[in-house]
Every structure is written in structure tokens, then in C-alpha cells.
């Protein structure tokens, strides 16, 4: 399958960019966090990320679709 990703803060920052396309066997979010967590480098464990596709927040085991939009969202700080 291929998917569309978008990183935004420390994972733009990590990834060296803010959206990539990646093929994936990755059957939902958190086999396909993994691989692109070894794949950048991540530091950002899992439970601290909440996870988007396709514009909604979803459970991490939410079942992924040729095609998805992915956004992996970091915790954010700022005053």
C-alpha cells in the first residue's frame, strides 16, 4: 500500500521533512509508526504521539487503506 505522511515539529524537524509517500505493508498506525521510527531515527515513543487519518484522530489499531493520509502528532509545547 502506499500512504501519504506528514510530520510536523520535532518530526519534520527529525525526518528532514514535513511530508513524505511511503509503500508499507503496515496493516495500522502503530506497525507503521515503528517502521518509520527506525526508518528517522525517532526519539518519541508511541504513547506520546496521537495519530491521524484522513483528517480524524484514531485509535492506534485503526485499520489503514491504500491511499491514507497519515499524520503522526507530537506533543506540543508553547506559551
Known amino acids: ?9 520535532s518530526l519534520a524537524d527529525r ?4 511530508e ?3 509503500g508499507s505493508a503496515a ?5 507503521l509508526y515503528e517502521e518509520i521510527r527506525q526508518r528517522h531515527e525517532f ?5 506520546r504521539l496521537r ?6 484522530i484514531v485509535a492506534w489499531d485503526h485499520r489503514l487503506q491504500d491511499g491514507d493520509e497519515i ?3 507530537p506533543p506540543v509545547s508553547g506559551g
Open 1 to 9: 500500500m502506499k500512504f501519504r505522511l506528514l510530520y510536523f515539529a
Open 15 to 18: 525526518a528532514g521533512c514535513a
Open 43 to 47: 526519539t518519541i515513543e508511541r504513547a
Open 51 to 56: 495519530v491521524a487519518v484522513n483528517g480524524r
Open 27 to 31: 496493516s495500522d498506525p502503530a506497525v
Open 71 to 73: 499524520v503522526f502528532l
Open 20 to 22: 513524505e509517500s511511503l
